[in-house]
């Protein structure tokens, strides 16, 4: 059974930093690129930060870039996004992403984590 965990979310002030943690399990976590988006209330899912499956390439979106970090942990099964400088309009619904294209489209999501960001 394939799961993705969120965790880490929560109330933080506008300058604070959170870290959130994704765990996979009953896929192998190693092969899928891993994927960080985000809901906020009424508005469209969009990506915010993503890593290849070799753990190299990441990339963001403008508006998180040079605040947040993507990273992953293959032998824990597990993708961190580091939030820092956080701003009220970071407020969301995050949620992890696992997608591997083969021969097959491979798509698994988390539950979602919130994240406030206010004073």
């Known amino acids: 059974q394939v799961q993705l965990v969120e965790s880490g979310g929560g109330l933080v002030q506008p300058g604070g930093s959170l870290r959130l943690s994704c765990a996979g399990s009953?896929?192998?976590?190693?092969?899928?690129?891993m994927m960080w988006y985000r809901q906020a209330l009424g508005k469209e899912r969009e990506l915010v930060a993503a890593i290849i499956s070799a753990g190299g390439r990441t990339n963001y979106a403008d508006s998180v870039k040079g605040r947040f970090t993507i990273s992953r942990d293959n032998a824990k099964n597990t993708v961190y996004l580091q939030m820092s400088s956080l701003k009220p309009e970071d407020t969301a619904v995050y949620y992890c992403n696992a997608l591997r294209v083969l021969l097959t489209i491979d798509d698994y999501w988390g539950q979602g984590t919130q994240v406030t960001v206010s004073s």
């Open positions: 009953g896929f192998i976590f190693s092969t899928y690129d």
